[in-house]
Nanobody, 124 residues
Framework: QVQLVESGGRLVQAGGSLRLSCAAS????????MGWFRQAPGKEREFVAA???????YYTDSVKGRFTISRDNAKNTVYLQMNSLKPEDTAVYYC??????????????????WGQGTQVTVSS
């Protein structure tokens, strides 16, 4: 069983930056693909970014050029650096782990473990 704990969410003004962190338990973190999803009020949860075990990155179009996903396997942690934040980025952000380590995992059903979420609020 893998436990994921997100942190770093808070209230920020439009144009600002935040870095979310997701700490994972377990000894096989480096073999997992990791992803970030978000859910805005009244909307479905959506894919934001993913990074394969080999470091290949994927992004949804709306965050390309603004968000960067990275991982530190020594710390069992995945990060989401978010720059040029917009009010439409307001959501609960969830970290997820795919034990198969699939590159390009962008669907919720491809992920086996989920964190509890961290709230990001961007004010205009």
């Amino acid at each position: 069983q893998v436990q994921l704990v997100e942190s770093g969410g808070r209230l920020v003004q439009a144009g600002g930056s935040l870095r979310l962190s997701c700490a994972a338990s377990g000894r096989t973190f480096s073999s997992y693909a990791m992803g970030w999803f978000r859910q805005a009020p009244g909307k479905e949860r959506e894919f934001v970014a993913a990074i394969s075990w080999g470091g290949v990155r994927y992004y949804t179009d709306s965050v390309k050029g603004r968000f960067t996903i990275s991982r530190d396997n020594a710390k069992n942690t995945v990060y989401l650096q978010m720059n040029s934040l917009k009010p439409e980025d307001t959501a609960v952000y969830y970290c997820a782990a795919d034990k198969e380590g699939r590159p390009g995992a962008t669907m919720e059903g491809e992920y086996d473990y989920w964190g509890q979420g961290t709230q990001v609020t961007v004010s205009s």
